[in-house]
């Protein structure tokens, strides 16, 4: 079972729809922002030597547009725990695009909610209670008894299966995690290990309405394609990075208390520029999935 920040080998990356798909000329911005984006994301892996594979829609009468684009946030669906892909989509015509890029070389299960963001892999395999029922981890546990996991709370956040822990904390390497306020307990589970919290003011935006480039208020698109927005004044998109290896990290703004936080421990930030993440309330570890990892 590789972790969380070992060399990326092989990267999922997300997809949204196609802007040819919409006629609102601003929807179609959006999306065209959006893929431009995510393409760049592709670039900056690929140039660090990673596989890069990502989804595609398969369109027909039944499509619906105004659901939301299910193959972009990769992260909620798909697991994969000692050699076993587990695969947690919504819908399931959607489930044959992940087997596309699995291409038979894993064996695999299918769920429901899986909510796989809130499955985290360090020196153990931790489940977060606040987000995944019991039921859910003793399936786990007992469908893997040779991998060491943990089940408890990660946080103080109320309970619930729609919230997801790496909104909440990111291991940046071995002994090196950033984390919102919201993770309090983490030295009960990583002892000795080097925690930045960061607080509500150092949060990614706070006054939404000052920030006239980013789009995610329901009231700024047409009302057939508000189904797409979620709940971004929760998130913290700061701590939804997504590591390269032990010395990079790839985020999606900067913000001096944690870039000086990287350079303490010899940890390079790359920025990636996610515009529209607010619309879609996703950060680059939620539109990722890190298929291996050395």
């Not at 087997?99 to 299960?109: A, C, E, G, K, V």
């Not at 996991?149 to 946080?155: A, C, E, Q």
């Not at 090196?176 to 307990?185: A, Y």
Request: one cysteine or more; glycine letters at 4%; hydrophobic letters at 35%.
């Amino acid at each position: 079972m590789h972790s969380d920040y070992g060399k990326l080998k092989e990267c999922w990356v997300g997809r949204a729809y196609s802007p040819d798909l919409v006629e609102d000329s601003f929807v179609k911005d959006i999306l065209s922002e959006t893929e431009e984006d995510l393409a760049g994301l592709c670039t900056i892996l690929e140039n660090y030597g990673v596989t890069v594979k990502r989804p595609d829609y398969v369109i027909n009468e039944n499509t619906i547009i105004q659901r939301k684009p299910q193959l972009l946030h990769v992260r909620d669906h798909l697991q994969k725990i000692n050699g076993k892909m587990y695969i947690g989509s919504r819908y399931e015509e959607d489930i044959d695009r992940w087997l596309d890029l699995l291409d038979l070389r894993d064996p695999y299960i299918t769920m429901d909610n899986l909510n796989a963001p809130s499955i985290v892999r360090a020196d153990k395999l931790y489940f977060d209670a606040n987000a995944i029922t019991r039921e859910r981890y003793q399936y786990f546990a007992l469908a893997n008894p040779e991998i060491d996991m943990v089940y408890d709370r990660l946080s103080c956040r109320q309970p619930s299966t729609e919230k997801h822990t790496d909104g909440v904390f990111c291991i940046v390497k071995e002994g090196v995690i950033i984390s919102t306020d919201q993770g309090r307990n983490l030295e009960t589970f990583f002892p000795n290990w080097d925690i930045l919290y960061l607080g509500t003011r150092e949060k990614d935006l706070n006054k939404y309405n000052e920030t006239e480039d980013i789009v995610w208020s329901p009231d700024q698109i047409p009302p057939e394609y508000r189904r797409w927005v979620g709940y971004a004044p929760e998130s913290f998109f700061d701590v939804n990075a997504l590591a390269l290896d032990n010395d990079k990290l790839l985020v999606t703004r900067y913000n001096k208390k944690v870039f000086d936080f990287l350079e303490k421990h010899n940890v390079e930030p790359i920025q990636v520029p996610f515009r529209h993440r607010f619309l879609w309330d996703g950060g680059l570890h939620r539109m990722t999935f890190d298929y291996s990892r050395e």
